[in-house]
């Protein structure tokens, strides 16, 4: 539909129209005054245009005058001189930004004001990349001199969790960062579940909730303190998304969803292959099939490898998925957000089978007899780098 045209008309008082008659005046009488002279209102209208250019110059060049003057009486931010004087330990949470650190540091005395420090860092490129950890300054630094220590990863004392790791990876982690005795920090775990913010369904297992990330670490932390913030951000992470949904279209409960995640993190070669290994997860697991992942094998024996030989795949164990159908009882790693992304947004494809038959070089299918010819390869490529383990038969993924 379009707007109707609309040409306005000569109306009473346009410019150009007749004026209006009085009321009562007889038809055809002429006016009761002289109508304006035309070359009049021109020059009038000029006068008015030139007046108000005139005030808009003027006032612009008051407003100017007057944000100058303000930006001089404006004082310049409180700041330190040097390097400062007694130590203290600042510690920069997962996801702090250069106010909340800034904040933090005049509370503890580092620096005189915020906006030294802001101001510091706006000059900075490094500065929006300040690692979660914890840094150990002066009191009354310069801001400069504080900023200057704040970007350099070394100086971060954090406890990083790569993604990936299996529950006993992080919890040696944790013992070797706090200097506990070995044990110490998955003994913890154990003896402290019900305190760390697990979900009910996870039934008193931190595995899948240890989020791989930097944790700051003081003199005061314990290994429950950082236990606890591990599952905090996994809450945050995998939470994010309206999990209850997600799994129900795909036909898991949330802790499902968390252990495909586990496994696409243990099997997919890169990033960019993980939302296809979760499909094929899903693929296989629709069907009723075994996933036959070598990666629940590896778990099970608390070991990393390629080769999965055919006494493996024979092992008592629930997270042998060669022989139990289904998911393994929990999670096998904490995964990444990436594998978190994977998992609850696979990739769309009818593929049953992946292998990696070298780095980089990874292969989907739905024939099981292309699957064989492409484990075939990657048996032989094995074979020429000197493994000689004999390999299990074509199975969903060999890495």
């Known amino acids: ?4 045209e609309f040409t306005p008309g000569l109306t009473p008082g346009h410019l150009g ?21 035309p070359d009049r209102i021109r020059t009038g209208l000029a006068c008015g245009l030139t007046a108000l250019a005139l005030v808009a110059v003027f006032g612009g060049a008051a407003l100017a005058g007057y944000s100058w003057w303000q ?8 700041d330190y001189a040097g390097s400062g004087t007694d130590l203290v330990e600042i510690s920069v949470p997962q996801g702090a930004g250069l106010s909340q650190i800034a904040n933090s540091l005049v509370r503890k005395g580092v620096v005189a004001s915020s906006r030294a420090f802001t101001g510091a860092a706006a000059g900075n490129t490094a500065a929006g990349r300040i690692q979660p950890g914890t840094y150990t300054l002066h009191l009354k630094m310069s801001a400069a001199s504080a900023l200057a220590v704040l970007v350099d990863p070394a100086n971060a004392n954090g406890l990083t969790i790569p993604e990936g790791w299996r529950g006993s990876q992080v919890y040696a982690a944790i013992d070797d960062k706090l200097k506990l005795p070995k044990g110490t920090a998955q003994q913890t775990a154990q003896d402290q579940a019900g305190e760390l913010g697990l979900p009910e369904f996870a039934k008193g297992s931190p595995e899948g909730y240890l989020f791989p990330a930097t944790y ?12 606890k913030e591990m599952v905090e951000q996994a809450g945050k992470d995998f939470a994010s998304d309206d999990i209850e949904t997600v799994a129900t279209n795909l036909g898991q409960t949330p802790y499902g969803v968390l252990t495909v995640a586990s496994l696409v993190q243990g099997e997919a070669d ?20 075994p996933l036959q992942l070598d990666s629940t094998i590896n778990y099970a024996l608390g070991r990393s490898t390629l080769d999965t030989t055919v006494t493996d795949t024979r092992l008592d164990s629930p997270y042998n998925t060669y022989l139990h159908p289904g998911l393994p009882p929990t999670p096998i790693s904490n995964p990444g957000r990436q594998a978190l992304r994977a998992a609850m947004e696979p990739a769309q494809g009818d593929w049953l089978y992946f ?8 292969r989907f299918t739905d024939s099981l007899e292309q699957h064989g010819r492409n484990v075939a390869e990657f048996n032989a490529i094995r074979a020429a780098q000197g493994s000689a383990s004999p390999t299990a038969p074509p199975s969903t993924g060999k890495r």
């Open 1 to 4: 539909m379009t707007d109707q």
């Open 17 to 37: 129209a007749p004026p209006t008659e009085p009321e009562g005046r007889p038809p055809g009488q002429g006016p009761a005054h002289e109508p304006p002279d």
């Open 71 to 78: 930006g001089q009486s404006t004082p310049p931010a409180a």
């Open 216 to 227: 700051s670490v003081t003199g005061e932390t314990t290994a429950t303190d950082l236990l």
């Open 270 to 289: 890169n990033s960019e292959d993980m939302a296809r290994v979760a499909r094929v997860i899903y693929n296989r697991l629709a069907q009723k099939m």
């Open 355 to 362: 292998v990696t038959v070298k780095p980089g070089d990874t």
